[in-house]
């Protein structure tokens, strides 16, 4: 089975503007979660997403959206970036015990 | 709020040695706690995982150590390999909140030969 998958990898923004990352969870997987992940903070668990409803969410600002396709691909918006919005974002897929959490390699944001 | 505590932050061991990370938690909800590894570059792989209802499991040289009435889990590293040299981080899962993992802050483990 191919493993998590994210799009891009790596991505330049400037502060104001808004990004979209991309995550493709391992086949067969309903559940996608993404983190965020900093130095400072370590990794921060941002919102879950099964059968295309938002099940959980961390507590980070509405600048932070997401949502899932019935295909079960998820997509996390950030709107308005500001510099602190720089992190490698890491998008998890488990499957139906829901406990096993596989993640993909991260999309690195950088905010200028 | 800090819901799993990781210690130490960092940790230096010759090859050969035994690398030992510490966890605690407090939220008695928590029914599932993996130790995740990571390499520079790239996302959190699952190393190893347990659950409340057993005290040690092994996989190769790698043990998890449970103690649920101190609400303390350990990884221990066997025969440590300058392969190992990463981030290994421990985390919990609220069986209320789905697949939500909570982690802690992060061990970087250095193996020198």
């Known amino acids: 089975k191919a493993g998590v998958t994210q799009t891009p990898r790596y991505l330049i923004k400037t502060r104001g503007q808004q990004v979209t990352l991309s995550c493709s969870p391992i086949?067969?997987?309903?559940?996608v979660s993404w983190y965020q992940q900093t130095p400072g903070q370590g990794l921060q668990f941002l919102f879950e997403?099964?059968?295309?409803?938002?099940?959980n969410k961390g507590n980070f600002p509405g600048r932070f959206s997401g949502r899932q396709f019935s295909n079960s691909r998820s997509e996390m918006n950030v709107s308005t970036l500001e510099l602190g919005d720089s992190a490698l974002y890491l998008c998890?897929?488990?499957?139906?015990?829901?406990?096993?959490?596989?993640f993909g390699p991260g999309t690195r944001l950088l905010v200028l | 709020q800090q819901q799993v505590k990781q210690s130490p932050q960092s940790l230096i061991v010759q090859k050969g040695g035994i690398s030992i990370i510490n966890c605690a938690y407090e939220?008695?909800?928590?029914?599932?706690f993996p130790w995740y590894q990571q390499f520079p570059g790239k996302g959190p792989a699952l190393l190893i995982a347990?659950?409340?209802?057993?005290s040690e499991k092994k996989e190769g040289r790698f043990t998890i150590s449970f103690n649920k009435s101190a609400k303390q889990f350990s990884l221990h590293i066997m025969d440590s390999q300058p392969g190992d040299s990463a981030t290994y981080f421990c985390?919990?899962?609220?069986?209320?909140?789905?697949?939500?993992?909570?982690f802690g802050q992060g061990t970087e483990l250095s193996v020198k030969p």
């Open positions: 998890a897929s488990s499957g139906s015990t829901q406990e096993t959490q596989y």
């Open positions: 086949s067969g997987h309903r559940s």
């Open positions: 997403y099964f059968s295309e409803t938002q099940r």
């Open positions: 939220n008695t909800a928590f029914d599932y």
């Open positions: 347990i659950r409340p209802d057993v």
């Open positions: 985390a919990a899962r609220d069986y209320n909140q789905g697949g939500k993992l909570i």
